[in-house]
């Protein structure tokens, strides 16, 4: 579950913050200047600025509403020791967490090694590393429903055609 529903919520907020940050150079940068360094490495500066405002997105989020899109389409809720919501503050530095520790910066292999690392130990101890002694995760007693897979499946369909879209356009 924690797995998909990392999945959902990096799909989707990344994605918004590849928009914002395609968003915020274009009414930047002059056209020239844009099209220069679009051609010169832009698409890793791109796509780190685009996954660091996505895990900032993320942590708003849950810091503010106590769930995600796929937190709660996967019936998983992050809380602090006593019950409360974490604040957006405490979400975004447990979001932060997530992407050293558990996701490794996001670089691919390393990714992948961390990710194991992490279910290793979430397995062994029942609790992550950037969970362990601050928050606790709180998971729905009955199966996912037909109508969440269904809206989970739906956005995902959204997103994909989205990104296709842009990828079109561009």
């Not at 995600?68 to 405490?90: A, C, M, Q, S, Y």
């Not at 062994?124 to 590393?129: A, M, Q, V, Y």
């Amino acid at each position: 579950r924690r797995f998909f529903a990392r999945f959902l919520d990096f799909s989707i907020f990344s994605t918004i913050g590849w928009f914002l940050v395609l968003y915020v150079a274009n009414r930047l940068l002059p056209f020239e200047t844009y099209k220069l360094i679009n051609h010169s490495g832009w698409s890793i500066i791109e796509a780190i600025c685009s996954i660091l405002v996505g895990y900032v997105l993320a942590g708003i989020v849950l810091g503010y509403v106590g769930s995600t899109p796929g937190k709660w389409l996967f019936g998983i809720r992050v809380t602090k020791r006593d019950g409360t919501r974490l604040g957006i503050w405490n979400a975004i530095k447990r979001e932060f967490s997530v992407l050293s520790v558990g996701k490794g910066f996001e670089i691919p292999l390393i990714s992948i090694i961390m990710q194991i690392i992490s279910f290793s130990r979430l397995k062994n101890t029942n609790e992550t590393d950037w969970d362990r002694g601050r928050y606790v995760v709180w998971y729905r007693i009955y199966p996912i429903s037909f109508e969440s897979f269904l809206v989970w499946a739906l956005g995902l369909i959204f997103l994909l055609a989205l990104i296709y879209y842009v990828v079109q356009v561009s």
